[in-house]
């Protein structure tokens, strides 16, 4: 995505709402759900845009947990570490994720496919220990359990990613067709 890009589409999300500035949060979160964090350059826009400050809104985003200034992976694991959660095993949850995927609290893979973010509560206490991945809960859960879940969201990116090389290898050959007819 080029900058140009990026910038309208931050207006867009921004345009969104009406200029008041009680929908800074919900301009932040759809950036969030946009782009997987929130773009350095919306801050200004936003402040113009509902004549606040870009520090107020920089504060608000650092303060939620469920706001990112840095890109997040596709999919974003919230661990929750809660009483109930961390007394029936969360930190042994943590660690099989750490051991599976190398990384830690606010970490991305490499690939950029999950980020960790551990959380104070998901509010399922009735099937701790659990995560929520995207907006999927995942309750009673052992470190053995792990491994599955997150190979479903590699396989569902294979198929993704193997859907978007067909239909990129279509439109290819639809042009390639076209040009040796003309």
């Not at 350059?41 to 303060?63: P, Q, R």
């Not at 995927?101 to 496919?113: A, K, N, V, Y």
């Not at 009673?140 to 359990?145: E, G, I, N, V």
Request: aromatic share 6%.
């Amino acid at each position: 995505m080029n900058l140009n890009e990026s910038d309208t589409e931050i207006n867009e999300v921004i345009k969104a709402y009406p200029p008041e500035r009680q929908n800074s949060l919900p301009i932040m979160q759809d950036l969030q759900k946009k782009f997987g964090y929130i773009p350095r350059n919306a801050f200004k826009k936003i402040g113009l845009y509902l004549s606040c400050s870009e520090a107020h809104l920089y504060s608000m985003a650092t303060f939620y947990k469920a706001l990112s200034l840095v890109p997040q992976g596709k999919h974003v694991i919230r661990l929750c570490d809660g009483t109930t959660c961390h007394i029936k095993g969360s930190v042994q949850l943590r660690d099989e994720i750490t051991r599976l995927l190398g990384i830690r609290d606010g970490e991305t893979t490499s690939d950029r496919l999950f980020s960790l973010q551990l959380v104070n509560c998901i509010g399922t206490c009735a099937i701790a220990p659990a995560i929520l991945i995207d907006e999927t809960y995942y309750g009673k859960l052992t470190p053995a359990d792990l491994p599955a879940i997150l190979n479903r969201y590699r396989k569902l990116e294979e198929e993704r990613e193997r859907e978007h090389e067909e239909e990129n290898g279509m439109e290819n050959g639809e042009k390639n067709e076209k040009e040796e007819k003309s």
